[in-house]
Nanobody, 134 residues
């Protein structure tokens, strides 16, 4: 049974940092694309950062987080991370970890740019709240 469990969210002041973790079980992380999505109140869910499977290793970042966020994974721990620096109030939202069920996605951008219908083909965690506020 596939499980994705996020942790590391919280309340942080603007300019601060957080590191989100997503512990995966029930499948082997290196062989599947994985990503971080977020949903702010009243807004649609958006792909923040994604990473393709190891055999086509590449990463994608939403324009608004480039240079501030870094996605990484530890295959030995089957865990993916999102290091978030220089946080802004507009980064506030629930952050979700997602993984493709079948290794089909050709690029990291393809995962992050998925339509709502396409994302129903992913496995999802329950999310972790990130609040950036003074």
């Amino acid at each position: 049974q596939v499980q994705l469990v996020e942790s590391g969210g919280g309340l942080v002041q603007p300019g601060g940092s957080l590191r989100l973790s997503c512990a995966a079980s029930g499948f082997s992380l290196p062989y599947f694309a994985i990503g971080w999505f977020r949903q702010a109140p009243g807004k649609e869910r958006e792909g923040v950062s994604c990473m393709s499977s190891s055999d086509r290793s590449d990463t994608y970042y939403l324009d608004s987080v480039k240079g501030r966020f870094t996605i990484s994974k530890d295959n030995a721990k089957n865990t993916v991370y999102l290091q978030m620096n220089s946080l802004k109030p507009e980064d506030t939202g629930v952050y979700y970890c997602a993984a493709e069920r079948v290794p089909l996605l050709p690029t990291a951008q393809a995962m992050c740019a998925s339509t709502p219908v396409e994302t129903t083909e992913y496995d999802w965690g329950h999310g972790t709240q990130v609040t950036v506020s003074s």
